[in-house]
């Protein structure tokens, strides 16, 4: 079973969906995450430890025990598959998870952490509420009362990142800092300091990362991909420059990537 739950405004702006997977377990022992500038919140419903590995050093990991926030990365990592086999999350919008944790984004970008450690006594009590609930929908519900009762700042982003966010959102491939410092009113400094704090990455960083997704996205599960057209629509310089950007983030060459792709476009099998 695998669901998802879109909320509506003003939580939208901040929560791109809550999600539900319940399924048998996968042939394949890990996945390699791809990083998209977003942090997630996952609770195991079993009993079973999250850990998060380096993708390539599979020997160092994180544990999250059962409920865990990851924040923005600008690198993949890896998970378990044995250990997801029924679990419940937030996908946060760039800068999403703002309003509900007290520690600036920044904090948590490129690292995860157990739930507890940031909400406290609230981690353990929202999963007691969610294993007791009788249905995925009563269980989206609480997840989404839960955030709203969690909030510590206004459903609200400084003006100046909320735009700057929409910019690098929706043209990764064109958008510069420079070209938003240039429309926002604030020194360049000053704007790279609110964007790590709330969006978590540094503007730069960032918008590399939107356009490594915005390539993912253009030939996730395609045939016959034209390479050198992707690394020239994509923004880069070349398709050297291409490569080195996509191994980088991915850990993979892009056809490796498309030849082990499935269904979910951030989610690549590991053997």
């Known amino acids: 079973m695998h669901r998802l739950y879109i909320p509506a405004p003003p939580l939208a702006a901040f929560v791109r969906c809550f999600w ?3 399924g048998a377990p996968r042939p394949h022992a890990r996945e390699r995450l791809m990083p998209n500038g977003e942090a997630a919140l996952v609770i195991n419903l079993r009993d079973d430890e999250m850990c998060l590995y380096e993708a390539d050093h599979l020997d ?14 600008t690198g993949c990592f890896a998970i378990d598959t044995a250990s997801q086999d029924r679990v419940i999350g937030i996908e946060f919008q760039p800068g999403g998870t703002f309003p509900f944790f007290r520690e600036p984004a920044s904090e948590i970008a490129n690292q995860s952490a157990p739930l507890d450690c940031l909400w406290g006594a609230a981690a353990g009590e929202v ?6 609930a009788p249905s995925v929908d009563a269980m989206f519900l609480i997840l989404e009362r839960t955030l709203l009762r969690q909030r510590v700042r206004p459903l609200d982003l400084h003006p100046a990142i909320g735009f700057a966010r929409a910019h690098i959102c929706r043209a990764p491939h064109i958008a ?5 410092v240039n429309r926002i009113g604030l020194s360049q ?35 016959g991909v034209n390479w050198a ?9 070349d398709q050297a420059h291409f490569i080195h950007d996509f191994q980088a983030f991915s850990g993979m060459t892009p056809a490796a990537y498309l030849a082990r792709a499935t269904e979910h476009l951030n989610h690549v099998p590991m053997a």
């Open 229 to 237: 057209r992707v690394a020239l629509d994509g923004g880069y310089y």
């Open 127 to 132: 999963r007691e509420q969610l294993l007791a």
């Open 60 to 73: 160092r990991y994180t544990s999250c025990g059962v409920a865990g926030l990851t924040g923005p990365r």
């Open 20 to 22: 539900y997977w319940e």
């Open 176 to 180: 510069t800092v420079a070209g938003v």
């Open 189 to 223: 400094r000053r704007f790279i300091e609110l964007f790590r704090d709330q969006i978590g990455l540094p503007p730069k960083a960032f918008c590399r990362v939107r356009r490594f997704q915005r390539v993912l996205e253009s030939v996730h599960r395609k045939a």
